[in-house]
């Protein structure tokens, strides 16, 4: 009973993002494309809220729920692999039209389809994890 904000919260994210479209195998297509801004507002609107949303948070010493103060940590310094983590993950984004975001939101729009990049998904976080101290961070 005390995640069921958060379980609230998550059904109404989905919601707004299947209204939004921003679910969307064909919008996800003309983003790629460069046919529609559609997606490219929703991504920017997101930049933006966040770029705020961090600065409240570092700038009114904000508190977690159990009064710890929230620490925003900078990021490392390196530019390789973000552009390669980027990349790749555009590259997948693209060949199966799913943001690992949505995936249960397609899921549970009843799109059994995505089942598979779920799996997928599943498989690439599995890998990850088993070659991550091989590569260089």
Not at 107 to 113: E, I, K, N, R
Request: proline residues 2%; charged residues 15%.
């Amino acid at each position: 009973m005390k995640y069921l904000k958060y379980i609230l919260v998550g059904f109404a994210f989905g919601i707004v993002l299947t209204k939004a479209e921003a679910v969307s195998w064909y919008r996800i297509y003309e983003m790629f494309q460069f046919q529609s801004f559609h997606m490219y507002g929703i991504i920017m609107t997101a930049i933006v809220v966040g770029v705020i949303g961090i600065q409240i948070i570092k700038r009114k010493q904000l508190k977690d729920i159990n009064g710890n103060l929230l620490i925003v940590q900078d990021k490392e310094k390196g530019n390789a692999r973000y552009w390669i983590g980027g990349i790749l993950f555009g590259l997948g984004w693209a060949m199966v039209g799913a943001c690992p975001g949505p995936i249960f939101i397609m899921l549970g729009a009843g799109f059994m389809s995505v089942g598979l990049i779920l799996i997928g998904a599943l498989l690439g976080t599995f890998l990850y994890g088993v070659v991550k101290d091989k590569l260089p961070h």
